[in-house]
């Protein structure tokens, strides 16, 4: 710093002394005078320039950062209090239990027509409606076996109530939670069950595809007791076996005791995926597993 101001404190000492009254050349000196001084101004700002730039981009780097990490703990914090928050409203209200119970409200897959199972490749299915009690509508399936594809095009409702009675054996299937009668992994097993001989009849509870009523433990059984029925009032002596997955073993289980019950058991229960009791089964769910260990009242 000293060798650099050396040069302009000389130059300053030689025009103080020309600046003297006795020199006469005051005016020109007094402008060399401002001039040096604003040298000396714009010397000492312009290292500190490119330093204060630096400052302030870095002020404004760490501004952002800090405003992220807020918004991210400002989200994580609302999901820990929604988490905590879920065991206090299933027990305040009953009915959210029900719903995340049953997931009715899921349709999966979206925009299917469930009138027409043509559309998901079972062009050996009919689609009709039974009605278990008043303002309840059950949609029902009903999948020959694949031998019977070619025949069975074009044929109505009738005809495929006749083919119940047919010596091949006949699967009520009885699905689980979440979905409709239409969805891709049961679709699947349909064709399979099918292409090994089958009838295969499967349909929605009420509350759930295109069925009319509202989801109840007591009414699932009542609508699986009355399409069993159904089945045995056309199907004669053949076989009926009764297969149950997720939800539906709880209610595969159900109407078999009611069937026992009244010494009309079927031919054979498969239970797919079971539980044990509801309880059970929330605490083995990834998403329960710590709100059950901190409210077990729930």
């Not at 925009?111 to 039974?130: A, E, R, S, W």
């Not at 992994?185 to 759930?208: A, M, N, P, Q």
């Not at 199907?235 to 073993?249: A, E, F, R």
Request: overall charge positive; proline content about 6%; hydrophobic content about 40%.
């Amino acid at each position: 710093m000293r060798k650099r101001t050396e040069p302009v404190a000389l130059e300053h000492e030689r025009l103080v002394a020309l600046g003297s009254p006795s020199s006469g050349v005051t005016a020109p000196v007094l402008d060399a005078d401002c001039r040096l001084k604003r040298n000396l101004r714009l010397a000492g700002k312009a290292p500190a320039e490119p330093r204060c730039a630096a400052d302030a981009g870095m002020k404004r780097a760490l501004g952002r950062r800090k405003g992220m990490w807020l918004q991210l703990r400002k989200i994580l914090l609302c999901i820990l209090g929604l988490y905590i928050a879920i065991p206090f409203l299933i027990r305040l209200c009953p009915g959210i239990q029900a719903k995340l119970i049953f997931l009715n409200f899921v349709r999966v897959p979206y925009f299917i027509d469930l009138k027409k199972p043509q559309d998901q490749g079972l062009n050996h299915t009919c689609n009709y409606y039974l009605q278990p009690e008043e303002d309840v509508t059950i949609g029902v399936w009903h999948t020959v076996p694949t031998v019977w594809w070619k025949t069975a095009q074009g044929k109505d409702q009738m005809w495929y109530e006749d083919a119940l009675a047919s010596s091949h054996p006949v699967i009520l299937y009885l699905h689980g939670n979440a979905g409709t009668r239409g969805g891709d992994h049961r679709v699947e097993l349909y064709k399979v069950l099918s292409s090994l001989g089958y009838h295969v009849v499967t349909f929605d509870y009420r509350g759930w595809g295109d069925s009319i009523g509202t989801p109840s433990e007591s009414g699932m059984t009542y609508d699986a007791l009355h399409v069993f029925d159904w089945i045995k009032a056309r199907s004669g002596d053949n076989p009926v076996y009764i297969w149950g997955h997720s939800l539906g073993t709880g209610v595969a289980t159900n109407l078999v005791r009611r069937l026992c019950e009244r010494e009309t058991p079927p031919d054979a229960l498969i239970l797919e995926s079971p539980f044990t009791n509801i309880r059970e089964e929330a605490k083995s769910h990834p998403f329960s597993v710590a709100s059950i260990s901190i409210l077990p009242w729930v």
